[in-house]
């Protein structure tokens, strides 16, 4: 019971330091989000009699989800900490379950545009591959933390050193052929701690010359084959890409009308409410060209505010991943300094046309349950590495 109270006060402690910018933005986002999914779906969810002509229904479902995740956010955040996650009960509980979950997706799941990455559990649509995000994450910081302790540091003396990461690849290799996007998020994940943790050069030698054979090989392949191995879907995404209006009816009808919708949009918007492109020119708009119609309405001054947002998320990321002297904490926020970075990335590059179009959604702002569930727990874990790391700070002051 003594034990109990002490490990209370100690929380209760921790919970002074708490960075607030992070729920901060965490909030703005998520009712930014919120207003544009109104925005993008009243008028076609109010004309469509399977959705029981309510204007608000996809705004009704994104609030659900904003309610769950941000309780999920507010409970870890206040509640837990770090230590928490360093169980090995939990961390084995974690990653048996993102594998279950993944081969019931394969057995059972759901296919939307070409990619098998959904599974409904009861009344519940979930994404498996969102999880592995922050399975990833934990498991690798957990996993070398351990071994630094252990070892007194990460020298490596062997392949079990890669192991963890052969692993996390295995499970990002899987999800990259069922889902593109998501899976590159996933394996920049893997690959950017990898680098942070900076193994001996041989081991870095190993792996880079592997990729890089891969991508040759993947190449060549391509060529030689005229890319006929890939999905028609994957292959529709090159070809608009490189021709965004050769086939504006065709495969290339969301992308050059969520280029329209960026540039109509000015310096300040249409204004809320005034957008033109959503009403039936960007299909599904609310999902991953969410960015689009944010864009038409709110104009480029908005689009610099929303990326100056997850641009200071990304920055809180790196400078407590910088600061910490914890192995633990170090990863964790790395690893989500590089979820959010390579995502946003691939979703404003694909609906501005940097990238090829990647179908991921972009975090806080596009509809979806599992999407937002995972940015909550990933920005919670962020919050709590933050106050941790900033009570240590003070006690060395």
Same mark, same amino acid.
């Given at each position: 019971?003594?034990?109990?109270?002490?490990?209370?006060?100690?929380?209760?402690?921790?919970?002074?330091?708490?960075?607030?910018?992070?729920?901060? $933005?965490?909030?703005?986002?998520?009712?930014?989000?919120?207003?544009?999914?109104?925005?993008?779906?009243?008028?076609?969810?109010?004309?469509?009699?399977?959705?029981?002509?309510?204007?608000?229904?996809?705004?009704?479902?994104?609030?659900?989800?904003?309610?769950?995740?941000?309780?999920?956010?507010?409970?870890?955040?206040?509640?837990?900490?770090?230590?928490?996650?360093?169980?090995?009960?939990?961390?084995?509980?974690?990653?048996?379950?993102?594998?279950?979950?993944?081969?019931?997706?394969?057995?059972?799941?759901?296919?939307?545009?070409?990619?098998?990455?959904?599974?409904?559990?009861?009344?519940?649509?979930?994404?498996?591959?969102?999880?592995?995000?922050?399975?990833?994450?934990?498991?690798?910081?957990?996993?070398?933390?351990?071994?630094?302790?252990?070892?007194?540091?990460?020298?490596?003396?062997?392949?079990?050193?890669?192991?963890?990461?052969? !692993?996390?690849?295995?499970?990002?290799?899987?999800?990259?052929?069922?889902?593109?996007?998501?899976?590159?998020?996933?394996?920049?994940?893997?690959?950017?701690?990898?680098?942070?943790?900076?193994?001996?050069?041989?081991?870095?030698?190993?792996?880079?010359?592997?990729?890089?054979?891969?991508?040759?090989?993947?190449?060549?392949?391509?060529?030689?084959?005229?890319?006929?191995?890939?999905?028609?879907?994957?292959?529709?995404? !090159?070809?608009?890409?490189?021709?965004?209006?050769?086939?504006?009816?065709?495969?290339?009808?969301?992308?050059?009308?969520?280029?329209?919708? !960026?540039?109509?949009?000015?310096?300040?918007?249409?204004?809320?409410?005034?957008?033109?492109?959503?009403?039936?020119?960007?299909?599904?708009?609310?999902?991953?060209?969410?960015?689009?119609?944010?864009?038409?309405?709110?104009?480029?001054?908005?689009?610099?505010?929303?990326?100056?947002?997850?641009?200071?998320?990304?920055?809180?990321?790196?400078?407590?991943?910088?600061?910490?002297?914890?192995?633990?904490?170090?990863?964790?926020?790395?690893?989500?300094?590089?979820?959010?970075?390579?995502?946003?990335?691939?979703?404003?590059?694909?609906?501005?046309?940097?990238?090829?179009?990647?179908?991921?959604?972009?975090?806080?702002?596009?509809?979806?349950?599992?999407?937002?569930?995972? $940015?909550? !727990?990933?920005?919670?874990?962020?919050?709590?590495?933050?106050?941790?790391?900033?009570?240590?700070?003070?006690?060395?002051?």
């Amino acid at each position: 019971m003594e034990q109990k109270k002490v490990k209370r006060k100690t929380t209760m402690q921790l919970n002074k330091y708490i960075d607030y910018t992070i729920p901060l $933005i965490y909030i703005i986002l998520a009712v930014i989000g919120l207003i544009t999914i109104l925005s993008a779906t009243m008028v076609s969810a109010g004309q469509n009699p399977n959705l029981g002509y309510n204007p608000a229904y996809y705004f009704n479902s994104q609030l659900r989800y904003v309610i769950i995740g941000s309780t999920v956010f507010m409970f870890m955040l206040f509640f837990t900490k770090s230590s928490f996650y360093k169980q090995t009960w939990l961390q084995v509980a974690m990653v048996f379950g993102i594998v279950i979950l993944l081969i019931l997706i394969l057995v059972m799941g759901d296919e939307v545009n070409g990619e098998k990455n959904w599974v409904r559990i009861g009344f519940i649509n979930i994404q498996g591959s969102e999880f592995l995000k922050i399975v990833a994450i934990l498991y690798l910081a957990y996993i070398y933390d351990l071994r630094n302790k252990v070892h007194n540091g990460l020298e490596a003396t062997d392949w079990k050193h890669l192991a963890p990461f052969g !692993i996390m690849l295995g499970l990002g290799a899987w999800i990259l052929n069922n889902d593109f996007g998501t899976g590159l998020i996933i394996l920049s994940i893997i690959f950017g701690m990898f680098f942070y943790l900076n193994f001996p050069r041989k081991y870095t030698f190993y792996i880079v010359g592997t990729v890089v054979i891969g991508l040759a090989l993947f190449v060549l392949a391509f060529i030689i084959f005229d890319g006929s191995f890939i999905p028609t879907y994957q292959m529709n995404r !090159i070809q608009t890409f490189m021709h965004p209006f050769q086939d504006t009816l065709g495969s290339g009808y969301q992308l050059s009308n969520s280029l329209i919708a !960026i540039s109509h949009g000015g310096l300040f918007g249409t204004g809320l409410g005034n957008g033109i492109m959503k009403l039936g020119y960007i299909p599904e708009p609310q999902t991953d060209f969410i960015f689009a119609v944010f864009a038409e309405e709110f104009g480029l001054v908005g689009v610099i505010i929303v990326l100056l947002l997850y641009a200071f998320l990304v920055y809180k990321c790196f400078y407590y991943s910088t600061v910490s002297k914890d192995l633990f904490l170090k990863l964790i926020t790395f690893g989500i300094g590089i979820y959010i970075t390579v995502q946003c990335f691939l979703n404003i590059g694909g609906m501005s046309r940097a990238l090829p179009l990647t179908g991921v959604p972009l975090p806080l702002m596009s509809f979806g349950g599992s999407s937002f569930l995972s $940015i909550s !727990i990933a920005l919670a874990l962020l919050s709590i590495a933050a106050k941790e790391i900033r009570y240590r700070r003070s006690l060395e002051k």
